[in-house]
Every structure is written in structure tokens, then in C-alpha cells.
């Protein structure tokens, strides 16, 4: 695209753009000629993909913004009428939102164009956390679902999650299909055509829905506690300026926790997200204020949610680490959570059902085997998780689970849901606490049973407008120079799924009993993710660290500690 042509095609996006910020925004930088920042917001399109639509809000089809959005809302519809299903457009679509800059804007653009196309509509009237929008969709027997939130992103980002009729996120090749239809739409001279706000085939969802919700999640509550060991558990819980603060804390009211206290700084919806670098639990730093209130109050047990509350994390007192407290991996809660759900579904022997992803720890499958329970592997993501649940409706679903904060228990949403997890492992906390028992307890029996299975993520950050370029590049120099040893480990396997079907651009290097090395590109943010297991059975504390891993995949990959 030559300079001139570049300005012609920002013109007559200005021309479509219904935003006065993201016009003032392009009008700026085409009279001011800044043809670097106009390639960069217009030389490409943000991808749909299998997590929809993800990134900073701006000018031009690279950024999220109302006409993307529009576009996008259109591609959905010509899909969903598309479908074989002819009742499609009767079912319609549920649209949820949350409380990020332009995300209440973003959903009515979506309800109106969808409308427009003769959908049905159901919009919530207020913010809700992603596993309520998930619940939707099957509770309302949509034929699609969408939600706006950019999850743990940065505050300068949007994104759009869509979910089909059977209740998971999309999946290949459905997400070739919508982008493909949204791309039509996009060529088009035309801008997408807009119902009224006030169109009788748009719905307000009913605060029902909600509270079926909230049912359903009290149906969860595995209740090994009584009412005075769950009085007795003093929480702390912070909502990470999201959407969840008010529900999480519905749900522990309603279940009996009732010594919760709240991170005041953070229990608000802020899209400003001022206490934290990065909005999410995973990073260094977000659980600061929760700690120093922890400590404050003498609280036995942290919990907490992202900003759209699919994700959970938890802290525990630790006297060893500075501080005293520490925060549980990813893995480590769902080793409790498993432990603990197979124990309270033990009755039901072995048509039982667990899952986790490729790149969380492989403890669950040794905990599988041992009770004599179903367990399954999926690639990254609960899309395959879910995915993996309803092509086994012959098995009892007890928990799904990825070390990346996400969690499931029981078949309620068919996506991660922070706050149902949550209070499963305030019950176990409170059991716990009140046999005088703790948490850190209960993960040093795990090890006990199963042996020590040390786990830790690295995320490898890039900056730029070519930091697609730069995940790939990285890819592709591992895949070209295969280490034969790592840390003076000999790898005894490479498998990289991007050969299998359904293919995902990861590499697992197994190296022999001792543990693996897993490396990936993030599907929703520039960095690509190094994932270490390091196995020891029968007190052998003799091999491997994980430092010694990091150190030498350090030199691998060229990348500094």
C-alpha cells in the first residue's frame, strides 16, 4: 500500500467511523501525515481468532473500536444465519459486558446490528463477570454468546469473546467462518445497518438469569464445612478492579462465609485499573494490597478474581517466605481442588471425569490413575476443555482445570469460572481450618501420595508492532535448533502439536521421568510462555531445579533471565 493509498483508505474509514474519539483520533494523524502511526492502526486487521477479538482500543481495523465491533457483530450474524440450524435466529444472542473503557458501548453496537439482521437479542443491563455470560447461553438456549472484556489485559484494551450454542468459546473452523464472513463485511463500501436501541427483537436479560446463577453455584458447594467453620474462615478477597467484587462476595454470603473482607482499593469496576501494573492475579505485585491486608487482619485464606472473574487465584499464610503469605500456582489449587472433589464424589466411582491442558502439571493424571477415575489431556484453553466435557456425557464431570488460574467444577458453565472455584476451596480451606489443619497441609500430603511436582510459568515479553513477527521468529529458531539436553538433562522426546490434529503452535521437551520443558506463543498477549515441571519421588531432592531449567532454556532461547 503506497502513502497516498494508506491516506485514501484512512479517510474512508473516518467516513464509516461512528466514534468521535477514534475519528478525532484518525483525522489527527492523517493531517498531521504520521504515515508510521497510520500503517500501524491500518496497514492490517486484528485477527479473529479462537479467543475472538483482543487489543488496544484506537483508530483503524488493527485496534478495537465501534466499526470493528460492528463489522465483527455483522460476521456473527451472517454465520449464525447461515447455520444449518434453522432456529437459530430465534435462539439469538446473549451479550454480556463488563466494565472496561467503551465495553457498554461496544455491546449495544452489537445488539443493534445483530438485530438488524432479524436476530433475537438478549443484552444484560449492567456489567456482568464472563462465567454469568457463559451460563446464559445454554440457560437462555441461545445460539451464541458474546462477551466484551479483554479479561487480565492492560488497560488500554477491549476484546470480544464468542461462545456457540453448545456453551464453550469457539473453535476452529468456526472462527475461520465468523472472521471470514467478518471480513466480507469489512470489504464492503457499505457500514453495517443499525436496529434502533428500542427494537422489539431486543431484550433485556432478566435478573432471573442471574440468580439462576447463583443457584447453580450454591449446587456446587461441596459443604464438608459447617456453619461455624465457615463463620470462623476470615477471607480476604479482592476483585482486581473488576466486575466480580459483588457477586464473589454474594456467594460467599450466601454459603455462610461470612468474615470476608473486601480490598476496598479494588472492589470497584475501575478501567483505569490505578493499584496494579497488569490487571491480573499471575503477575508480580497484584496481590500487594491483598497481602498487606492479610497480614493486617490475621486472615487464614486470600482469594482472588481478574478483572472478568473467569480466573481465580489463592493465597495462603507461609511463615518461611518474606512476608508471610504465599501465593498458590496455578497448579497447586487444582491439585486441592482435585484432591478434595474426589474425595466428596468418591460414591461414584469410576465414571468420574478430570481434565487439564498440555501445559499444566501432569500430577492430575497420577491422581486419575490412582482413584481409578477418567482423565483426559486437551490443548491449551477452556475451549478445549469444555469441548472435552460434552464429548463425554456419559462421565460426571468433577474438574477441569489449566495453571493458568483457570478453573471448572461440575458442568454449571462450560468455561473457567473463578467465583463457583472459589467457593469450593473456601470450603476445603474452612474444613481445614477447623480440624486444625491447613491448606499448606493438605498440599505437603499430596506430595506425600503422589511426590513433589514443582511447576512454574516465564513469560517472555515483546514489544512493538512486530511482536507477532518476533513470537514466531522465536518458534521457529527452537524448532530449527532442538536442544538434545537441558541443564545437562537429556531430552528424551520432543512432541510439537502444531503437527497434530487440532494443531497448536507448542513444543513439549520431555526430559525422561525427571520433568518437561513447554513453550508457547500467547494467543492474547505479545509474549511466548515457558512452562517447567521438575518430578522427584521417594525423597530423591537430588536433580534438577527449575532454576537450572530457566538458566539453560535462557541460553536456548537467547533470551536473558
Known sequence: ????????????????????????????????????????????????????????????????????????????????????????????????????????????????????????????????????????????????????????????????????????????????????????????????????????????????????????????????????????LRIVYTAMHGVGGASMLRIFDDAGFTDVEPVVEQQQPDPEFPTVAFPNPEEPGALELAFQLARRIDADLIIANDPDADRMSAAIP??????????????????????????VTSSKGASRLVATTIVSSSLLEAMAAKQGV??????????????????????????????????????????????????????????RRAAGSSLADALSEIVDEYGRYETQQQSLRFEGSNAAEQQAALMNRLRSHLPTSIAGVAVSSVRDVSTESPASDVLILRLGSVGRVTVRPSGTEPKCKVYYEVVSRNGDEGGVSIADLRASMAEILGRAE
Open 318 to 343: 507461609d511463615a518461611t517466605v518474606d512476608g508471610g503469605w504465599r501465593q498458590l500456582r496455578g497448579d497447586e489449587v487444582g491439585w486441592l481442588l482435585a484432591q478434595h472433589l474426589l474425595r
Open 1 to 232: 500500500m503506497t502513502d497516498e493509498q494508506l491516506l485514501d483508505v484512512a479517510r474512508a474509514w473516518i467516513a464509516h467511523d461512528p466514534d468521535p474519539d477514534t475519528v478525532a483520533e484518525a483525522t489527527a494523524l492523517v493531517d498531521a501525515r504520521d504515515l508510521v502511526a497510520l500503517r500501524d492502526r491500518f496497514g492490517g486487521r486484528l485477527t479473529f481468532g479462537t479467543a475472538g477479538l483482543r487489543g488496544a482500543i484506537g483508530a483503524g481495523p488493527d485496534r478495537m473500536n465501534r466499526l470493528v465491533v460492528r463489522q465483527s457483530a455483522a460476521g456473527l450474524g451472517a454465520r449464525i444465519l447461515a447455520d444449518e440450524q434453522p432456529n437459530y435466529s430465534e435462539r439469538g444472542v446473549v451479550i454480556g459486558f463488563d466494565a472496561r473503557h467503551k465495553s457498554d458501548a461496544f455491546a449495544s453496537d452489537s445488539a443493534c446490528v445483530l438485530a438488524a439482521q432479524g436476530i433475537t437479542v438478549h443484552v444484560f443491563a449492567h456489567t456482568v463477570p464472563t462465567p454469568v455470560l457463559a451460563f446464559a447461553v445454554t440457560h437462555l438456549g441461545c445460539a451464541a454468546g458474546v462477551q466484551v472484556t479483554a479479561s487480565h489485559n492492560p488497560p488500554q484494551d477491549n476484546g470480544y469473546k464468542v461462545y456457540w450454542g453448545d456453551g464453550p468459546q469457539i473453535v476452529s473452523p468456526l472462527d475461520e467462518q465468523i472472521a471470514a464472513a467478518t471480513d466480507a463485511v469489512a470489504a464492503s463500501s457499505e457500514a453495517p445497518v443499525l436496529a434502533a436501541p428500542n427494537d422489539p427483537r431486543i431484550h433485556r436479560v432478566d435478573d432471573a438469569v442471574i440468580e439462576a446463577y447463583f443457584a447453580g453455584v450454591a449446587a456446587l458447594d461441596t459443604r464438608t464445612s459447617d456453619s461455624t467453620a465457615r463463620a470462623k
Open 374 to 431: 477418567q482423565y483426559r489431556e486437551t490443548l491449551t484453553g477452556f475451549k478445549w476443555l469444555a469441548r472435552n466435557v460434552l464429548a463425554h456425557p456419559e462421565l460426571t464431570h468433577v474438574l477441569s482445570y489449566e495453571e493458568a488460574l483457570g478453573y471448572s467444577v461440575g458442568g454449571l458453565v462450560l468455561d473457567k469460572d473463578g467465583l463457583s472455584a472459589a467457593l469450593v476451596l473456601a470450603d476445603l480451606a474452612a474444613t
